[in-house]
Antibody, heavy 123, light 110 residues
C-alpha cells in the first residue's frame, strides 16, 4: 500500500521561506501527479497546487491564494515532491498534506495522503 | 474559485441514513463527473470514500454512496454507525484545471 511522508514544517516569520518535502513509497511515483492540500486549524481543506508527471512535462498549477509565492517541484529519482513557500503570510499557517492523483487508479481523486506537517507563520 | 457549499452539520441515529449535499457551479461539479468525497476523523488525514461521483475505492463500505444532479453532488451514508462520526468534505475538479473543496460537514451520530 502506498505511503506519503511529509517533513520540513516549523515556525517561520512573516515574509520568510520554508521548503516542505514529501517522500513517497509503495506506489508508482513517476506515474502520479503530486498535490499539496492545506488545512488551517479548525477549518476546511484547501487545495494548494499540483505537479504533473514527466510525460505531462512536470506541468504545475496553483491556487490563486499562493500563485507567485509557492512552487512545487519533484525529484523522480528520489520519489520525493517539494513545496517551496516564499513570502509567507500569517494566513498560510496550516497543516500541509501531500497527496496524489493517478489515472491508473482513482483518476483525479486524492487516494493516498500523508500525515501532514504543521507550518506556523508568526512573529 | 469559491469553495463548494456543504451544510455545516448533519446528524442521525444509528441505523438511519443521512445525506450530505455539495453545491458547486457549472465550472466544477456541473461540468465534470469528477466529484470525490473524503472522511476525516479528528487529528487524522483525510480518507477517500467516493471518487468520480459514485465509485468506491477498494475497502470502503458499500454503506457509502454518491450521486450528482446538475451542480449538486450528494453523499449518502446508510445504516449509520458510531464510527461514521467525522468531518466529510466534497471536492471537484474545475474548468481552470484546479481542484476545489467544500467547507466540510460534521456528521454526528446521536
Amino acid at each position: 500500500e502506498g505511503q506519503l511522508e511529509e517533513s520540513g514544517g516549523g515556525l517561520v516569520q512573516p515574509g520568510g521561506s520554508l521548503k516542505l518535502s514529501c517522500a513517497a513509497s509503495g506506489f508508482s511515483f513517476t506515474a502520479s501527479a503530486m498535490h499539496w492540500v492545506r488545512q488551517a486549524s479548525g477549518q476546511g481543506l484547501e487545495w494548494v497546487g499540483r505537479i504533473r508527471s514527466k510525460p505531462k512535462n512536470y506541468a504545475t498549477t496553483y491556487a490563486a491564494s499562493v500563485e507567485g509565492r509557492f512552487t512545487i517541484s519533484r525529484d523522480d529519482s528520489k520519489n520525493t515532491a517539494y513545496l517551496q513557500m516564499n513570502s509567507l503570510k500569517i494566513e498560510d499557517t496550516a497543516v500541509y498534506y501531500c497527496t496524489r492523483t493517478t489515472s491508473t487508479a482513482t483518476g483525479v481523486a486524492f487516494d493516498i495522503w500523508g500525515q501532514g506537517t504543521m507550518v506556523t507563520v508568526s512573529s | 474559485q469559491s469553495a463548494l457549499t456543504q451544510p455545516a452539520s448533519v446528524s442521525g441515529s444509528p441505523g438511519q441514513s443521512i445525506t450530505i449535499s455539495c453545491t458547486g457551479t457549472t465550472s466544477d461539479i456541473g461540468d465534470y463527473d469528477y466529484v470525490s468525497w473524503y472522511q476525516q476523523h479528528p487529528g487524522k488525514a483525510p480518507k477517500l470514500m467516493i471518487y468520480e461521483v459514485s465509485s468506491r475505492p477498494s475497502g470502503v463500505s458499500n454503506r457509502f454512496s454518491g450521486s450528482k444532479s446538475g451542480n449538486t453532488a450528494s453523499l449518502t451514508i446508510s445504516g449509520l454507525q458510531a464510527e461514521d462520526e467525522a468531518d466529510y468534505y466534497c471536492s471537484s475538479y474545475t474548468s481552470s484545471s484546479t481542484w476545489v473543496f467544500g467547507g466540510g460537514t460534521k456528521v454526528t451520530v446521536l
